[in-house]
């Protein structure tokens, strides 16, 4: 099978998005939906862009050499991502803290990795996993901690409808797993 290229699968989603329209008994063909199925493939290409992204690529693009050893933290990066049950928005704030090991890496790298794993389908919690794991195989890190706190519009808009409920999802490796002072220290300074 040949490989479709970006309009072509933009189109292709397009053209679901109307049959799904059509099923849940609108008309797409009414004023106000007539580019809908257009814009919203659109916007799906795009919050799912991260399948497009090479995460080793986007860690590696600004890694320097580095003589400390302490604890550094980059807090409240704000992430939005889909989640995978139901394909609703959930969103929030993702806070990293790693030790390095000669090496650190441009702070908006960070940033950049959270959207390379955020915009997928996900679950929080193989997000923020997934985010501690890219971090210390990057920077061969002593230890990497992340915490995650998301609000999901899965809980919130349907099923439960629990408005002000939140997530909290925390992995860490390394130094993070053998000393509980080092976990409560980076714990304080995104608190802070």
């Not at 309009?7 to 053209?15: G, L, P, T």
């Not at 693009?61 to 991502?81: C, M, N, T, W």
């Amino acid at each position: 099978m040949q490989q479709l290229g970006e309009q072509e699968r933009i189109e292709a989603i397009a053209s679901h998005i109307d049959s799904i329209i059509r099923l849940l008994g609108e008309e797409p063909s009414r004023q106000g939906l007539l580019k809908t199925p257009v814009r919203a493939a659109k916007a799906l290409w795009f919050l799912t862009s991260g399948y497009r992204s090479d995460p080793d690529s986007t860690m590696s693009q600004a890694v320097f050499d580095h003589e400390g050893s302490q604890l550094i933290v980059v807090k409240d990066i704000e992430f939005y991502s889909m989640c995978e049950h139901h394909i609703l928005p959930f969103f929030g704030k993702i806070s990293i803290g790693y030790i390095p090991n000669g090496k650190i890496v441009g702070l908006s790298k960070l940033a950049r990795i959270v959207n390379v794993y955020a915009r997928r389908l996900q679950v929080q919690e193989r997000l923020t996993m997934q985010l501690c794991e890219q971090v210390r195989k990057s920077l061969d890190a002593l230890g990497v901690i992340v915490v995650c706190e998301g609000e999901h519009l899965c809980m919130k808009m349907r099923g439960v409808e629990k408005q002000h409920s939140a997530t909290t999802s925390m992995h860490y490796n390394g130094v993070f797993e053998e000393n509980p002072a080092l976990r409560a220290e980076f714990l304080s300074a995104i608190r802070s």
